[in-house]
């Protein structure tokens, strides 16, 4: 049987567990010393797939000034205020766990959920995040968006690598099976 399709969240953090100040600024995020592209390139070669919250979608799109991010990705967007197609994305409210179980059942590379905190926790409520790739900023911020939220159980992941990419650490994790 082919390899499954992993379900992998990549994304970057404030020390202290934060993604994104209150007011959406990653402004500490991209004042920190790093390293190449930290692993970026490597990362996205292994991904056709690409699931956002629709908070996270509208910023992306604003940051790259309306233009496509992932043009040669299947988008996915959760979103229940927002419907149908727009570019190249396809927004969805469909229920996680089928929605996650149909995508893995096809053919194809690694699903990144790239985030916010809001659509990562309905992954997890699911335990559907197969690896993190987590690259920490060495900053606190103090308060903001936190990338977990609380769970009512526990999930236990295995260390894969430490790697350390300028002033970012990059931790990389899959789920124990
Ligand atoms: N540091 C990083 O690497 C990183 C990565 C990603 C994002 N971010 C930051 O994170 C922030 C956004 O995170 P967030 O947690 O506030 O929001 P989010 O998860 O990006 O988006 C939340 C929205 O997604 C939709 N949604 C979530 N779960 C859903 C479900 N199960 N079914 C249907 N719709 C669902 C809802 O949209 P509707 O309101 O339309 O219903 C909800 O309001 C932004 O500032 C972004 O820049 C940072």
């Not at 509208?58 to 992932?70: H, I, L, N, Q, S």
């Not at 149909?102 to 990562?120: A, H, M, Q, T």
């Not at 995040?129 to 159980?153: N, R």
């Amino acid at each position: 049987m082919p390899n499954q399709r992993r379900i992998v969240c990549y994304i970057a953090i404030s020390l202290d567990g934060y993604i994104a100040t209150e007011d959406d600024s990653l402004e500490w995020l991209f004042k920190v010393e790093g390293e190449g592209d930290a692993g970026y390139g490597e990362f996205i070669k292994t991904i056709d797939t690409v699931v956002m919250g629709r908070r996270t979608y509208d910023w992306v799109m604003e940051a790259e000034g309306g233009k496509d991010p992932y043009p040669d990705k299947e988008c996915y967007v959760f979103s229940t205020t927002e419907h149908g197609r727009k570019e190249n994305v396809k927004y969805t409210d469909e229920e996680i766990l089928p929605f996650a179980e149909r995508l893995r059942r096809e053919p194809g590379k690694d699903i990144w959920v790239v985030g916010g905190g809001s659509l990562l926790h309905g992954f997890l409520k699911e335990k559907l995040i197969d690896e993190f790739i987590i690259s920490i900023a060495p900053t606190l911020i103090g308060k903001g968006i936190p990338l977990f939220q609380e769970l009512d159980f526990q999930i236990d992941y295995r260390l894969k690598s430490v790697r350390q990419f300028g002033q970012f650490a990059q931790l990389h994790y899959e789920l124990k099976k």
